[in-house]
């Protein structure tokens, strides 16, 4: 299994940017892929999750609103859309996939608390820096 996130870079605050994240050699019909963050100097921040099975959604305050997580019917490719960036969104954002084994449907938002070690594949990450 492999995670790719693409789409980062140095961008103006107030605008537009959206993430990919792509999967390969990846099966599995019950997770959930969530995107991370970690600024400089601080512990990575889980913003948004979605799950695979009913594309429900759960984000962090700090995003919530402008930020819009999805995941394509194929489930190859997810998707972060940044609207309203400021600076303080200035990180390295990982896409990453919790895979429900056992099935059921966990409540999403605990997850994004959850310690990145509890997360079973993650992308190398890709970098972006928001200018004011």
């Known amino acids: 299994v492999q995670l790719v996130e693409s789409g980062g870079g140095l961008v103006q605050a107030g605008g537009s940017l959206r993430l990919t994240c792509a999967a390969s050699g990846f099966h599995f019909e019950n997770y959930a892929l969530a995107w991370f963050r970690q600024a400089p100097g601080k512990e990575r921040e889980g913003i948004s999750v979605?799950?695979?099975?009913?594309?429900?959604?759960a984000y962090a305050d700090s995003v919530k609103g402008r930020f819009t997580i999805s995941n394509d019917r194929s489930k190859t490719t997810a998707s972060l859309q940044m609207d309203h960036r400021t600076p303080e969104d200035t990180a390295i954002y990982y896409c990453?996939?919790?895979?429900?084994?056992?099935?059921?449907?966990?409540?999403?938002?605990?997850?994004?608390?959850?310690?990145?070690?509890?997360?079973?594949?993650w992308g190398q990450g890709t970098q972006v820096i928001v200018f004011s």
């Open positions: 990453t996939v919790l895979l429900f084994l056992g099935g059921g449907t966990p409540p999403l938002a605990p997850l994004l608390s959850r310690h990145p070690a509890a997360f079973d594949y």
């Open positions: 979605i799950r695979s099975t009913d594309y429900s959604t």
